[in-house]
């Protein structure tokens, strides 16, 4: 079973960066995605930042162009979301997910429904 842990959140200041974490395991395959969603209150989960295996792929929405960025250091066993330049609009709980694909699949869009395993969440916030 897909395991995802998050770690990294917290308060900041509007301007300022945070780095979130997250620890995966239980793959049975090589190929597959570990994403970054985030919920506000009121609002919708939004899919943010997304990670391939094997070729190290991302998408990035538009809210995280120019200021968020994904990595993985390990072999994709830890995940991790940098951003920059936080903006209040940032503040939510951001969860860690991912799903199985093929390997030839190219990464277009972050559906929150493909993706079938989550982690319990991190609540960032950013104050004005």
């Known amino acids: 079973e897909v395991q995802l842990v998050e770690s990294g959140g917290g308060f900041v200041q509007a301007g300022g960066s945070l780095r979130l974490s997250c620890a995966a395991s239980g793959f049975t395959s090589d190929s597959y995605v570990i994403g970054w969603f985030r919920q506000a209150p009121g609002k919708e989960r939004e899919g943010v930042i997304c990670?391939?295996?094997?070729?190290?792929?991302?998408y990035r929405s538009d809210s995280a162009k120019g200021r968020f960025s994904i990595w993985s250091d390990d072999g994709m066993n830890s995940v991790y979301l940098q951003m920059d330049n936080l903006k209040p609009d940032d503040t939510a709980v951001y969860y860690c997910?991912?799903?199985?694909?093929?390997?030839?699949?190219?990464?277009?869009?972050?559906?929150?429904?493909?993706?079938?395993?989550w982690g319990q969440g991190t609540q960032v916030t950013v104050s004005s």
């Open positions: 997910a991912a799903k199985y694909i093929y390997a030839f699949d190219t990464l277009l869009s972050m559906p929150d429904y493909e993706y079938d395993f």
């Open positions: 990670l391939k295996s094997r070729d190290f792929q991302t």
